[in-house]
């Protein structure tokens, strides 16, 4: 499907495996110039590289900790190489526990340092660059944990509940400078080396009793179906699109 995508400059945070690394492919696949963004520049360039033989001159990368001050380097990549940003998709996040007490004011400062305060950052540095697209968009990654109470640590939640809240605010506040934001509500996404994979490990007749007692699909997404998610709402099929909610989670929330 043609999305209007061709030549677009795309940035992706968090794009070196799983759902980040689908939604790169899935911008190149529309024709897109995508760059990746994750801590390790090493990773980044093996995946430029193989990608590239496909999109030859369509993918580039710039590593940095958008947690830290690297957030200004990733700005700076792209004013120098594109002068613009067309799309940002604001997908750096973690839900992994770090302790069991689900009260532990140091964890709640990591998940919100991690889930929202890296995408503020970023924001803060890329406002200009996507004024310059003039049409330009941004998709949040937040998760259906956000919606109602499940099993992910409550810090976790609250996290992505706020992530939620931002573009909220945002699709306000920019519209006046041609900027649309939306936000993808993902559900239970199964990658190599993600954390479901994790738990299926240590529980796999558990986790299958919970997919098959909460997911109404009876199964795990797959990153692409959440890739193909955003896409569509960066794209010009989504032109009256913003400050919307799209959920992928196989039918799992039952908030109304």
């Given at each position: 499907?043609?999305?209007?995508l061709?030549?677009?400059?795309?940035?992706?945070?968090?794009s070196?495996?799983?759902?980040?690394?689908?939604?790169?492919?899935?911008?190149?696949?529309?024709?897109?110039?995508?760059i990746?963004?994750?801590?390790?520049?090493?990773?980044?360039?093996?995946?430029?590289?193989?990608?590239?033989?496909?999109?030859q001159?369509?993918?580039?990368?710039?590593?940095?900790n958008v947690?830290?001050?690297?957030?200004?380097?990733i700005?700076?990549?792209?004013?120098?190489k594109?002068?613009?940003?067309?799309?940002?998709?604001?997908?750096?996040?973690?839900?992994?526990?770090?302790?069991?007490?689900?009260?532990?004011v140091?964890?709640?400062?990591?998940?919100?340092?991690?889930?929202?305060?890296?995408?503020?950052?970023?924001?803060?540095?890329?406002?200009e660059?996507?004024?310059?697209?003039?049409?330009?968009s941004?998709?949040?990654?937040s998760s259906?944990?956000?919606?109602?109470?499940s099993s992910?640590?409550?810090?976790?939640?609250?996290?992505?509940?706020?992530?939620?809240t931002?573009?909220?605010y945002?699709?306000?506040?920019?519209?006046?400078d041609?900027i649309?934001?939306n936000?993808?509500?993902?559900?239970?996404?199964?990658?190599?080396?993600g954390?479901?994979?994790?738990?299926?490990n240590?529980?796999?007749?558990?986790?299958?009793?919970?997919?098959?007692?909460?997911?109404?699909?009876?199964?795990?997404?797959?990153?692409?179906?959440?890739?193909n998610?955003?896409?569509?709402l960066?794209?010009?099929?989504?032109?009256?699109i913003?400050?919307?909610?799209l959920t992928?989670?196989?039918?799992?929330?039952?908030?109304?």
């Open positions: 499907m043609n999305l209007g061709q030549d677009k400059v795309v940035l992706i945070t968090g070196s495996r799983g759902i980040g690394l689908a939604i790169a492919k899935s911008f190149l696949q529309e024709g897109a110039n995508v990746i963004n994750a801590r390790d520049e090493e990773r980044l360039k093996h995946i430029a590289d193989e990608l590239g033989h496909e999109y001159g369509k993918i580039s990368f710039i590593a940095g947690l830290h001050d690297d957030a200004c380097n700005s700076r990549f792209i004013w120098n594109f002068g613009k940003l067309d799309v940002f998709v604001a997908n750096v996040g973690n839900g992994k526990p770090e302790t069991e007490d689900r009260l532990d140091d964890e709640w400062k990591r998940f919100f340092d991690i889930n929202v305060f890296g995408n503020v950052r970023v924001l803060r540095d890329l406002q660059l996507l004024k310059k697209g003039g049409t330009s941004i998709v949040f990654v259906i944990v956000a919606k109602e109470v992910a640590p409550a810090a976790y939640a609250a996290a992505k509940s706020a992530v939620i931002l573009s909220k945002l699709s306000s506040l920019w519209a006046q041609g649309r934001v936000c993808v509500l993902p559900g239970n996404i199964y990658f190599p080396n954390r479901w994979e994790e738990l299926k240590g529980d796999p007749v558990g986790v299958e009793e919970y997919i098959n007692g909460n997911v109404p699909m009876k199964r795990f997404g797959k990153p692409e179906e959440v890739a998610a955003v896409t569509f960066a794209s010009e099929c989504a032109s009256f913003s400050g919307a909610e992928v989670d196989g039918g799992q929330l039952k908030s109304v």
